[in-house]
């Protein structure tokens, strides 16, 4: 029964993921879902895209957390616009869904809206169930922490299926684990051979503009 | 509508939880939910647990994942019974339940399961809906790494909450971090005051023998 209800829900997902994308692309923003475990380091690698884009484009985030403000306040800091939604306000979820993103995107004034060139959404930290859900956006990234070791590509599968891009974090620390760059590559192939990986560090800068330079080229098109 | 559903679904998860329990407890088993994000280092953990205790306790392990069978098969090589749950086969499942656990206990033959002492349950890594479940331990412990950064607690307190034991591990990298025990120490206590927090490392094995010294005077009760 389980199994069935799920699937009424995320088809429900699916039409209002639609509308979404088609929202967003008629306004002509480009948008993307960032997805990664607890403490992988989305909001350290959002921070220094944004410092090194805001000049470029004008960027707005959408922050997904379970409980407090914390990163959207750490975003706010940068001066981009920045909503949060809290989940435990409604039901605790452990991940963002279409429907959060279109209450989302009807909270800004539509002035506000029109003027972003780039919508980044920052999901629940959670490697597993954020990936069933289609918010809407253009794309899909994926952090994984070198922290994290170099087994979950075939552990999580999902979530390395659907992203296009895997930002290989805390790449200062790899020296530090016994993360296996050879072995994660190819389980990573086996599960999605399309996948672009950049190894970065949030903390040195390492990786970080060749990341930015890719992201501004996918978003011109 | 989600949430009504969910409801149901965790009801009726409760009252299986409490069968395992009274079969657990009738057998003399002792049990732990072990839970943590994917990465965070149960598997490593149980494994030098195990090292140091199954001189002294007969050791079974229930060991949940997405997909793959790698972590049973780590924990088989220390010759303790092992069972594998894989969720991809029921739907992909972001957790264990109660009636997983239920399953995997009715395949172990019955003399196998009396002949425990102790019965440890690896959860599917995820910070979030594994303590949305119980199924049906006597306590639940999660595991924290220093890497993934000291803001945890209060972002996803449900799990800090629920667990009677934070094992916070690679302390061998904490050095490289900016983690902040102070802080750290500080929100856990707001979250769940009468958790007992062991600062450990599976690498260096730093801090575990005070954690396996409190699991065995924890099962004698």
Chains 1, 2 share one sequence.
């Not at 192939?189 to 672009?196: E, K, L, M, T």
Request: glycine fraction near 8%.
């Amino acid at each position: 029964m389980e199994i069935k209800v799920l699937q009424r829900i995320l088809k429900a997902n699916d039409g209002i993921a639609r509308e979404n994308r088609r929202y967003l692309t008629e306004k002509g923003i480009f948008s993307l879902n960032l997805m990664s475990s607890p403490g992988a380091g989305k909001t350290s690698i959002l921070e220094r895209t944004i410092e090194r884009l805001r000049e470029r484009l004008r960027l707005g985030v959408i922050e997904g957390d379970i409980a407090t403000s914390r990163d959207a306040e750490r975003i706010g800091r940068l001066g981009v616009p920045v909503l949060q939604i809290n989940t435990d306000m409604i039901g605790g979820a452990c991940h963002l869904d279409a429907n959060m993103i279109q209450n989302a995107l009807r909270e800004w004034e539509p002035g506000e809206v029109e003027a972003l060139d780039m919508l980044i959404v920052e999901n629940v930290g959670n490697l597993v169930c954020p990936a069933e859900f289609d918010i809407g956006t253009d794309m899909s990234a994926m952090v994984l922490s070198v922290a994290e070791g170099d087994d979950k590509p075939k552990k999580y599968p999902l979530m390395f299926t659907i992203s296009e891009v895997l930002l290989l974090n805390k790449m200062d620390l790899i020296e530090h684990t016994d993360f296996d760059m050879e072995r994660f590559r190819k389980d990573v192939a086996d599960v999605n051979p399309r996948i672009r990986i950049f190894p970065l560090s949030a903390k040195t800068g390492e990786g970080l503009e060749a990341w930015c330079d890719w992201l501004v080229k996918r978003q011109e098109g």
